[in-house]
């Protein structure tokens, strides 16, 4: 499929990262300089070094590109490489991020909030970055001062404008790879439109297709490479979850992004992925786990993010459905079907839903890629997503929206629900295979009140419109990640998994008895370094787990 061309709008590079750095490029928090100048921020440094990381990782994990962010902590190494100044940069090869108290003089000068940057070494390659956020403390009655949160989900400048520091922080890391701001109305996270409204507010909170195809234009004079050789790998329990084995179909097809899988009932996984070329195309084969692919091919759409599938049975009939993030402006969720298990598929067009029976059908943006599952009591598809609308009257950004569906291969999705809740990543959604109507609801916290942990909540499928209703009260998990969490149900367990926020960024996997809510147990960690979320399924045929991944 040919790539549309790019806007006039769109950033190229200025200049990128030193090849012998990109590929660890260490970042220092100035911890103090945050406690003194911007309390709203640092009077929590959990908080201040979580919502750092989630951005790193956004970036890490979505850019597709050769160079990876690490957070070492609050103290750089060098002396004065947290003292205030606009012209100072860190003494070494690392990137530095600081607050300062600052006045920008009178009138709209006081809307300054934050800068980006970096220095280059001879050959024009960038060796070290900083990111400056100003606590503002210019005296003009009629400009207010900058109010900072770890909000994700304000939508416009909010009184008293407010700026979120998640937002902000992708953005400046942008300039601290390269990227100059982008004037007007570039659907661009470097959108750097300096008037309020919900626009800039809304693109600067997650990579765009132009962010990605300007990363690795090799066109361009500067560029970073797309990564073209991290292979999905997979790993098998036979235990419910307590011990994982290597399993291998011989053959190394290689991604950047999560990886969607589901498998029927007689052992056959349906497994899906964006490839790794500049387009990142949306390919499908089958596999028992171990042997060689079969029916492998391309369904044509180029992906933003990673991919979803889920089985169920439609009137008897066995059936895949794959969700996906469509790699254009409006993010719009694209969704195919098979009903011969993978052999061939249906492209059913974009999702579109009713919030009710009565309304006209809606197609809304994901900001994230989606979840799907499939309820036996009800015999409906679940699909879960985290909502992205510029300008549709959402008043907020990246609330949990759930839909459900009888028959995808027929009509529109209906029963669609706003759950209330808010997510700053993807969903997770697992539903019971034994005729239960049980599900679970999966997400993680939006403002960092608890630290990006993930909170889950029983939910139903029910009738008439069939849809997905929670049905009791929260749980906070003691957990955190700043991606995807997994969910799949097998056997008589809840099984969910997810990346660490740790330095290594371990795979995490626990369980729960389908009686057992709200009580996960027996966690493990099979894997190290991962890049993305991995993924969970369970084949009933085998009576096992799978878990999928893809290696940093």
Not at 125 to 139: A, H, L, M, S
Not at 460 to 480: I, K
């Amino acid at each position: 499929m040919a790539l549309t061309p790019r806007p006039a709008s769109a950033a190229a590079l200025t200049t990128a990262w030193d090849p012998a750095i990109r590929d660890a490029i260490d970042v220092y928090i100035c911890e103090a300089s945050f406690a003194a100048s911007i309390p709203a921020l640092g009077s929590d440094l959990t908080r201040l070094r979580n919502a750092t990381r989630q951005a790193l990782d956004h970036w890490n994990t979505y850019g597709n590109a050769d160079f990876n962010f690490i957070l070492q902590g609050g103290a750089p190494p060098g002396v004065n490489d947290c003292a205030a100044g606009s012209g100072s940069f860190p003494s070494g090869n690392y990137t530095v991020i600081r607050a300062e108290v600052s006045s920008f003089g009178t009138g709209t000068g006081c809307g300054a909030r934050a800068f980006g940057g970096g220095q280059q070494d001879g050959s024009g390659d960038r060796v070290r970055g900083r990111v400056v956020f100003f606590r503002n403390d210019c005296n003009v009655p009629s400009v207010p001062r900058t109010t900072w949160s770890y909000d994700s989900t304000q939508h416009a400048d909010g009184p008293p404008d407010t700026r979120d520091y998640n937002q902000i922080l992708l953005h400046e890391l942008g300039h601290v790879l390269g990227f100059p701001d982008v004037a007007g109305a570039g659907v661009t996270v470097m959108n750097g439109n300096t008037g309020s409204g919900p626009t800039f507010v809304t693109y600067q909170k997650v990579l765009w297709p132009d962010d990605l195809a300007d990363l690795t234009d090799t066109s361009n004079m500067w560029f970073y490479n797309r990564v073209t050789t991290r292979p999905i790998q997979h790993e098998r329990s036979v235990d419910d979850g307590l011990t994982w084995t290597p399993e291998s179909w011989g053959t190394a097809i290689n991604t950047n992004n999560r990886i969607g899988v589901a498998g029927n009932d007689s052992g056959t996984y349906v497994v899906a992925y964006a490839d790794t070329t500049a387009s990142r195309t949306l390919r499908v084969f089958t596999s028992n786990g171990s042997s060689a692919p079969a029916n492998h091919q391309s369904l044509g759409t180029p992906v933003l993010g990673g991919v979803a599938v889920a089985h169920g049975f439609i009137g008897g009939t066995s059936t895949f459905v794959l969700a996906v993030v469509e790699n254009t402006d409006l993010r719009w969720i694209r969704y195919f079907v098979s009903v011969n298990d993978g052999v061939s598929w249906t492209n059913r067009g974009q999702l579109s839903f009713r919030y009710l029976t009565t309304d006209a059908p809606t197609t809304y943006g994901s900001k994230y890629e989606p979840a799907l599952a499939f309820n036996t009591h009800d015999d409906a598809f679940v699909i879960a997503f985290t909502e992205w609308a510029p300008t549709f009257g959402v008043p907020v950004q990246g609330q949990v929206v759930t839909c459900a569906h009888s028959n995808p291969a027929g009509a529109n999705w209906q029963g669609c629900t706003r759950t209330g809740f808010f997510s700053n990543g993807p969903p997770a959604v697992a539903c019971e295979w034994s005729g239960s109507d049980s599900c679970i609801l999966r997400w993680t916290d939006n403002a960092l009140v608890s630290g990006y942990r993930m909170i889950s909540s029983q939910a139903r499928v029910d009738g008439g419109p069939v849809r997905l209703t929670l049905t009791g009260a929260t749980n906070t998990q003691n957990d955190s990640t700043n991606l995807a969490p997994a969910l799949t149900q097998g056997n008589g367990y809840f099984m969910a998994a997810w990346t660490g926020t740790d330095f290594n960024r371990f795979g995490n996997i626990n369980r729960m008895t389908n009686a057992g809510w709200p009580t996960w147990t027996n966690k493990v960690f099979p894997e190290s370094l991962l890049l993305s979320s991995p993924t969970l399924a369970f084949e009933d045929h085998w009576t096992e787990f799978a878990f999928y991944f893809v290696r940093r």
